[in-house]
């Protein structure tokens, strides 16, 4: 099985699933594609987009870089400066990846924002990215119930 979707309601027909509203069940992604989810007449791609890979999405540097959950959870960005990386739209059980370029210049600091943050390795809290100029950083997390675990990938190259 590829993944599972959980629906209050639906029906099966001729390799369309149309979602009703008295059932409690699970359906198989295994032979099934963003085709052919449909609630009535409305296809529910976007739905099923979240339950699969989204592309890295381009965060904008700022004193403070949003990271918004429900646009993806992947992301990328190119720190200029010093700055504090939010991330918003999080619940039990999400999880995220983002890659952290420093500019030409390099040294750029990252705080983490609201929340609690623990940190692979004992990290305290805080994370110390590669200084290079140019130097590339994965980041890695998984929210449970209130606080993000964070694992760290230094220095790509």
């Known amino acids: 099985m590829i993944g599972e979707l ?6 099966y027909n ?3 699933i149309a979602i009703n509203e008295a059932f409690s069940g699970s359906v198989s992604f295994n032979t099934l594609s963003a085709e052919t989810i449909y609630s009535g007449s409305t296809e ?5 987009e979240t339950l699969t890979t989204k592309p890295f999405q381009t965060l904008t540097y700022g004193a403070t ?36 370029k420093q500019d030409g210049t390099g040294s750029r ?3 983490l924002g609201t929340g609690t943050h623990k940190i692979v390795n004992g ?18 997390f998984v929210y449970i119930s209130t606080t993000f675990y964070w694992n760290i990938g230094y220095n790509y190259s």
């Not at 529910?44 to 099923?48: D, I, Y």
């Open 44 to 48: 529910l791609s976007t739905l099923f």
């Open 65 to 100: 870089t949003y990271w918004g959950y429900d646009l993806g959870n992947n992301a990328k960005v190119t720190l200029s400066g010093d700055t504090t990386l939010e991330v918003t739209g999080v619940t039990d059980g999400c999880y995220g990846t983002i890659m952290i």
């Open 109 to 111: 600091l990252l705080t």
């Open 14 to 16: 001729q390799g369309r």
């Open 123 to 140: 990290g305290g809290g805080s994370i110390t990215l590669t200084s290079n100029a140019d130097a590339e950083d994965i980041l890695s």
């Open 6 to 11: 959980i629906l209050s309601s639906y029906t």
